[in-house]
């Protein structure tokens, strides 16, 4: 099946089995389902991560998200994101070429976030920025 790879804020486009152990190898660990993004979801796409993600590997952020509600409420997306489709019964299937292009156009704004790890990271990175 067809599934789409965010990591270091690039995309790649890879085949895999489908399996448990599949997504997991992709993510590093025991996979996440993620519902922060109601567009996503009216596409029938799933954005799967690494359950510990934030604390294995805090400097690999992939997505920045600033809740749009006049507060200082932020979240991180961090190592490598899959996204995938899923059936009517909910199973895990490959993605179309139509939802390949609409997740890469829905994460290629041009708005970007630096997160300041200098005091404890050595290196800055552009990360996708997006508001909900």
């Known amino acids: 099946m067809k599934v789409l790879v965010l990591n270091d804020t690039k995309f790649e486009e ?3 089995d489908g399996s448990l152990e599949s997504l997991q190898k ?8 993620v519902y922060l993004f ?7 796409i799933d954005l799967y991560v690494n359950e510990e993600g934030k604390y294995l590997m805090p400097e690999n952020v992939n997505i920045y998200i600033r809740y749009n ?3 200082i409420k932020s979240e991180t ?5 899959l996204f995938a489709s899923y059936d009517d019964n909910g199973n895990t299937i490959g993605l179309t070429d139509e ?11 041009e708005r970007y976030y630096m997160p300041n790890y200098k005091s404890v990271f050595a290196t800055f990175r552009l990360v996708k920025y997006v508001e909900i």
């Open 77 to 81: 997306i961090v190592g490598p994101c």
């Open 26 to 33: 992709i993510v590093g660990g025991y996979i996440e389902l």
């Open 38 to 44: 109601e567009e996503l979801s009216k596409n029938k």
């Open 69 to 71: 509600d006049n507060s």
């Open 99 to 109: 939802q390949i292009e609409f997740v890469k156009s829905y994460f290629s704004d």
């Open 14 to 16: 890879k085949d895999i």
